[in-house]
Protein backbone atom coordinates (compact mmCIF):
# COMPACT_ATOMS: atom_id res chain seq x y z
CA UNK A 1 0.00 0.00 0.00
CA UNK A 2 3.05 2.34 0.70
CA UNK A 3 4.06 1.81 -2.99
CA UNK A 4 0.90 2.33 -3.87
CA UNK A 5 0.44 5.84 -2.06
CA UNK A 6 3.72 7.36 -2.69
CA UNK A 7 3.35 6.77 -6.63
CA UNK A 8 -0.21 8.23 -6.92
CA UNK A 9 1.53 11.21 -4.64
CA UNK A 10 4.65 11.68 -6.94
CA UNK A 11 2.09 11.56 -9.64
CA UNK A 12 0.39 14.64 -8.68
CA UNK A 13 3.47 16.37 -7.93
CA UNK A 14 6.20 15.21 -10.01
CA UNK A 15 8.05 16.86 -13.00
CA UNK A 16 6.63 16.36 -16.74
CA UNK A 17 9.06 14.33 -17.84
CA UNK A 18 8.64 12.00 -14.61
CA UNK A 19 4.95 11.51 -14.59
CA UNK A 20 4.76 9.07 -16.99
CA UNK A 21 6.81 7.11 -14.67
CA UNK A 22 5.24 7.44 -11.99
CA UNK A 23 1.72 6.88 -13.40
CA UNK A 24 3.11 3.47 -14.98
CA UNK A 25 3.93 2.81 -11.25
CA UNK A 26 0.76 3.59 -10.38
CA UNK A 27 -1.23 1.58 -12.96
CA UNK A 28 0.97 -1.41 -11.58
CA UNK A 29 0.43 -1.27 -8.05
CA UNK A 30 -3.57 -0.65 -8.70
CA UNK A 31 -3.74 -3.57 -10.30
CA UNK A 32 -1.62 -5.82 -8.12
CA UNK A 33 -3.84 -4.88 -5.48
CA UNK A 34 -6.76 -5.09 -7.43
CA UNK A 35 -5.97 -8.84 -8.23
CA UNK A 36 -4.58 -9.72 -4.72
CA UNK A 37 -8.00 -8.26 -3.43
CA UNK A 38 -9.84 -10.25 -5.54
CA UNK A 39 -8.20 -13.39 -4.23
CA UNK A 40 -8.35 -13.00 -1.00
CA UNK A 41 -12.16 -12.19 -1.10
CA UNK A 42 -11.92 -15.30 -3.44
CA UNK A 43 -10.23 -17.81 -0.88
CA UNK A 44 -12.28 -16.52 1.84
CA UNK A 45 -15.83 -17.84 0.23
CA UNK A 46 -14.23 -20.90 -0.70
CA UNK A 47 -13.06 -21.32 3.24
CA UNK A 48 -15.42 -20.11 5.11
CA UNK A 49 -18.37 -19.94 3.07
CA UNK A 50 -18.04 -23.10 0.95
CA UNK A 51 -21.05 -24.89 2.98
CA UNK A 52 -24.39 -26.31 1.90
CA UNK A 53 -27.41 -24.09 3.90
CA UNK A 54 -31.14 -24.20 3.60
CA UNK A 55 -30.74 -20.80 2.39
CA UNK A 56 -28.14 -21.47 -0.15
CA UNK A 57 -30.27 -24.76 -1.30
CA UNK A 58 -33.29 -22.65 -1.68
CA UNK A 59 -31.47 -19.78 -3.49
CA UNK A 60 -29.96 -22.23 -5.51
CA UNK A 61 -33.68 -24.05 -6.43
CA UNK A 62 -34.92 -20.81 -7.26
CA UNK A 63 -32.18 -18.86 -9.16
CA UNK A 64 -33.68 -19.22 -12.70
CA UNK A 65 -36.79 -17.82 -11.70
CA UNK A 66 -35.34 -15.11 -9.82
CA UNK A 67 -32.95 -14.61 -13.07
CA UNK A 68 -36.17 -14.00 -14.50
CA UNK A 69 -37.94 -11.68 -12.40
CA UNK A 70 -35.45 -9.64 -11.01
CA UNK A 71 -35.68 -7.56 -14.02
CA UNK A 72 -38.67 -6.02 -13.65
CA UNK A 73 -38.29 -5.53 -10.00
CA UNK A 74 -35.01 -3.53 -10.93
CA UNK A 75 -37.02 -1.35 -13.41
CA UNK A 76 -40.32 -0.97 -11.21
CA UNK A 77 -38.04 0.32 -7.70
CA UNK A 78 -35.67 2.48 -10.93
CA UNK A 79 -39.13 3.87 -11.87
CA UNK A 80 -40.30 5.07 -7.87
CA UNK A 81 -36.67 5.94 -7.28
CA UNK A 82 -36.26 8.37 -10.39
CA UNK A 83 -38.05 11.12 -9.03
CA UNK A 84 -36.13 11.61 -5.30
CA UNK A 85 -33.96 14.26 -6.07
CA UNK A 86 -32.41 14.52 -2.68
CA UNK A 87 -31.56 10.51 -2.32
CA UNK A 88 -27.62 10.03 -3.51
CA UNK A 89 -27.39 7.89 -6.63
CA UNK A 90 -24.91 5.23 -4.56
CA UNK A 91 -28.08 5.01 -2.06
CA UNK A 92 -30.02 4.48 -4.59
CA UNK A 93 -28.36 1.85 -6.34
CA UNK A 94 -27.84 0.19 -3.33
CA UNK A 95 -31.69 0.50 -2.20
CA UNK A 96 -33.06 -0.78 -6.04
CA UNK A 97 -29.88 -4.13 -5.86
CA UNK A 98 -31.29 -5.06 -2.91
CA UNK A 99 -34.81 -4.63 -3.28
CA UNK A 100 -34.94 -6.54 -6.49
CA UNK A 101 -33.37 -9.40 -5.28
CA UNK A 102 -35.03 -9.72 -2.02
CA UNK A 103 -38.57 -9.07 -4.16
CA UNK A 104 -37.51 -11.57 -6.77
CA UNK A 105 -36.53 -14.12 -4.09
CA UNK A 106 -39.68 -13.56 -2.31
CA UNK A 107 -42.07 -13.94 -5.80
CA UNK A 108 -40.35 -16.99 -7.01
CA UNK A 109 -41.03 -18.24 -3.75
CA UNK A 110 -44.83 -16.89 -2.78
CA UNK A 111 -46.21 -17.00 -6.32
CA UNK A 112 -44.04 -18.63 -9.14
CA UNK A 113 -43.09 -21.62 -8.13
CA UNK A 114 -46.17 -22.80 -6.07
CA UNK A 115 -48.49 -21.25 -9.43
CA UNK A 116 -46.75 -20.93 -12.77
CA UNK A 117 -49.97 -20.79 -14.64
CA UNK A 118 -51.49 -17.69 -12.68
CA UNK A 119 -47.80 -16.53 -13.22
CA UNK A 120 -47.97 -16.67 -16.63
CA UNK A 121 -51.20 -15.27 -16.87
CA UNK A 122 -50.56 -12.43 -14.58
CA UNK A 123 -47.10 -11.78 -17.27
CA UNK A 124 -49.17 -12.25 -19.94
CA UNK A 125 -51.83 -9.72 -18.31
CA UNK A 126 -49.38 -7.07 -17.68
CA UNK A 127 -47.76 -6.95 -20.96
CA UNK A 128 -51.18 -6.45 -22.92
CA UNK A 129 -51.94 -3.97 -19.90
CA UNK A 130 -48.74 -2.38 -21.00
CA UNK A 131 -48.67 -2.56 -25.09
CA UNK A 132 -52.71 -0.95 -24.62
CA UNK A 133 -51.29 1.77 -22.22
CA UNK A 134 -48.34 3.02 -23.50
CA UNK A 135 -48.66 5.07 -26.40
CA UNK A 136 -45.00 5.60 -28.72
Known amino acids: FVTY ?3 LFSMKTAADGLEQVFGMIFWFCLNFFTITALGVFISFGQKY ?31 LLVQQQQIPVEIKYILVSVLSVVSAYLSSRLFIRPYPRLTILAVT ?5 MVFTINP
Open 5 to 7: YIS
Open 49 to 79: LNKSTSFSQSLASHSYNIYLAHYLFVLAFQL
Open 125 to 129: GLFAL
